[in-house]
């Protein structure tokens, strides 16, 4: 994958609100949605963001605006689940990004067709773009895994096997929910020292900062995937967050993992920006050199020259009380993806070494993407060390971990000289009271 | 749930094979499969064991032969995936379980018409019977748990949370086949004491035998499900193998729990037996005295009466010398479902405690189910006490973990005086080579 015509900074749309500069939606990017026009009976379906506009890929196939070449792509784009579109190769995709570039541009000679094809973004709600067979989180932040681990286990933070493995696990695709859906919070056993344990409300709720991966096309069950391919079977990404109950996490997760501290909701964002809009964003992808490097089947030379990918991120909270005195959410933390200890590539090349499939529209989970420094710490468990410090606000509130009402809202850009800006949007979801346990 | 007119013993069918008394499939019975006439390209659809049969149930679809009343339940189960069957409520299986009893039993006015439904069991082939949103994979034998455990933690064989928690954690979906398709050896990291880690077949491959629990009508995302309507959440039960690679989970399962040590492959049997078929095979759940009785949400009255179920289970091995020599498996374990710890109502509760949905067509795996005594092991991992003490065979040969070649064979059935012996058939899967790694 490389810089083409698409990636000109100098482009500019005839969407007008998409050349701002501010935009995270210019012509440089062209993420896809599953979305529909809100409160009416309509049909989801599959869109393009440009500016602040969604253009609707079910009309752009009804009306035939697009060229023939490209017509498997644009009916594959125009579904209400995107798993075909993703089942494609790097060539179909790279095809409609150009088709739609082109289309786009001012004075495209296809601006008075496409024109009736969008729809304002105000006006619409989102779906999980995709049906997610299997979603895997992986621990790819080793300052979110050192951070973590001294609180579980002080004696051993970071495990032998960090720097070998990219640990991962399954999680669950049945609770993965988009942006703006609330969810309420978990009840579970909880066990404070020299007592049993107790079915209540999760009283240390967390958020995880994270970015989610869709994959792309399969590979056959039985046959890995190498690091000279893995991009290949890589869509695009979103952000993710991982809700958390730590209280849950900590008396559960032996010896098989998280299980309920995790699985009662996830939430992504609907936009999915591919992984050909981000190439001006690669980066190298470095180790300290007294770290091990990667095993064979995790390496490649383009991999260390640029596997990574620098995507500006950062995390809000905005509480009841601040909803009710009409503040915006008030940012706690700003990293970059690019400081993650393994890259993409290497997530792909892993989960597939034993032939394990990878099908179209799975979702692999980063992991929390914490950077170096305690400012940058993508959960609060990380920011408050375990609940021990709490994190003030501007308003005079401060949190450890997550009260009934709070809404998590982060948010994704790249932005360099020489490259547009593109952006992720937002994911963001509110935490309800529990359930009556 | 409760026992009515179809488990009476003294049922006979008209399908003949059917009243052996030793057939898996007596009228008794009557469990659901996906299949197809092996060698031609007809479309998979439901069908239902009786004798040495199947009851083809997209031919009942089209000749309309059974009433009107349980329409809906049939078109469910002609269907190439089960999920709209397993969708429905226990009153749409059960009056469709009504209806195909008397219609397949002697002297039925049916019979003439129905005899046009049945393909040998013989000609055909299986598919997943469903598809598989999640699966879970849960570790309800407390005696698995420590034989286990002692290999893996010599100083804490038994976690504190086991006799509270029902420890499970998520699978891998898009890796589960049916009985009779055959996997590779997985490639993964294997570390050595004292030496780096390398990449390289799994040289500990092992099964684990265990159950899978097939999640029937949803629950809503949010709202647990309590143990008083949990088994009404089940649609029946298979058996399962949990292919493990022992070398790959030792080293790579801290802290997240194992990942792809078992996410290359799982086998499950075609036939799912319901859980109204199994009634009468319904036993009383106790706990030792000095045990922790389960949280509220754990128990029930119903649970403690009759949430066990006995079903006998058998492990058996047929190597590849076995296989030249025209010998058939030869059985290595035999035990008893009844042995777990916690209860498939149990698993369902907790499962949804957090607000987690459960869908139609998830998978639970009951986890390894591994009796009181060495012979009732469910794992080569206890049997030969982590590879020191191998398995002899009776032709000689011996084995610590499994070689190429090596079929495993999982049976189960239900038997005891005064009902009719049911069976759920077998999975069966053998060991190919290795990628080249």
């Known amino acids: 994958m490389t810089l083409n015509e698409t990636h000109d900074a100098g482009l500019q749309s005839w969407v007008v609100s998409a050349n701002t500069g501010k935009s995270d939606f210019p012509i440089q990017n062209l993420p896809f949605a599953v979305f529909r026009r809100k409160s009416n009976s309509e049909d989801f379906r599959g869109g393009v963001a440009i500016g602040d506009q969604v253009l609707d890929m079910a009309a752009v196939r009804n009306a035939k605006i697009l060229s023939s070449e490209v017509q498997l792509q644009v009916e594959a ?57 299997d979603y895997t989180d992986f621990y790819t932040s080793v300052h979110h895994a050192t951070n973590v681990g001294k609180l579980f286990r002080p004696t051993n933070p970071l495990m032998e096997n960090y720097k070998w493995v990219p640990i991962g696990y399954h999680g669950r695709a049945s609770s993965i929910r988009v942006s703006g859906v609330d969810f309420k919070r978990p009840n579970g056993q909880i066990k404070a020292p020299d007592v ?40 695009g990404l979103c952000l993710l967050n991982d809700w958390s109950a730590r209280d849950v996490q900590a008396w ?9 501290s995790k699985n009662f909701a996830t939430s992504i964002s609907p936009w999915i920006v591919t ?18 490097q990667p095993l064979s089947y995790l390496s490649s030379e383009a991999n260390s020259q640029h596997g990574a990918l620098d995507v500006q991120l950062t995390v809000a909270i905005q509480t009841e009380k601040m909803r009710a005195e009409g503040k915006q959410a008030e940012q706690i933390t700003q990293t970059s993806y690019r400081h993650a200890y393994w890259t993409m590539a290497q997530l792909v090349a892993h989960h ?19 950077g170096p420094t305690i400012d940058q710490a993508g959960a609060l ?20 971990f997550l009260l009934d009402g709070d809404a998590i809202v982060f948010t994704g850009w790249c932005e360099k000289p020489g490259a547009a800006r593109i952006g992720f949007g937002e994911v963001r979801a509110t935490v309800l009271p529990a359930h009556k346990a």
């Open 196 to 235: 049993n344990p107790v079915l209540k409300p999760c009283n240390r709720l967390d958020y995880e900062l994270e970015m989610g991966i869709y994959a792309g096309s399969a590979n056959a069950w039985g046959n890995a995937i190498g690091m000279d391919d893995a991009e290949n079977h890589i869509f």
């Open 352 to 370: 597939t070494v034993n032939g394990c499939d990878l099908q179209p529209g799975d979702l692999l989970g980063t992991g929390t993407l914490s």
């Open 275 to 292: 992984l050909e809009a981000l190439v001006p964003y690669r980066t190298a992808f470095t180790r300290p050199t007294d770290d091990p």
């Open 381 to 400: 468990l990380e920011i408050t060390e375990g609940g021990k410090t709490p994190l003030s606000l501007s308003n005079g509130e401060s949190r450890t």
């Open 252 to 260: 559960e997760y032996q010896p098989l993992g998280p299980f309920l």
């Open 77 to 133: 784009a125009a579904q209400s689940q995107l798993n075909t579109l993703m089942g494609m190769t790097h060539t179909h995709w790279s095809a409609l990004r150009l088709a739609l570039s082109r289309a786009l541009r001012a004075g495209a000679a296809e601006e008075a067709a496409l024109k009736g094809c969008l729809v304002p973004q105000a006006d619409v709600e989102y779906a999980v773009p995709a049906q997610i067979g």
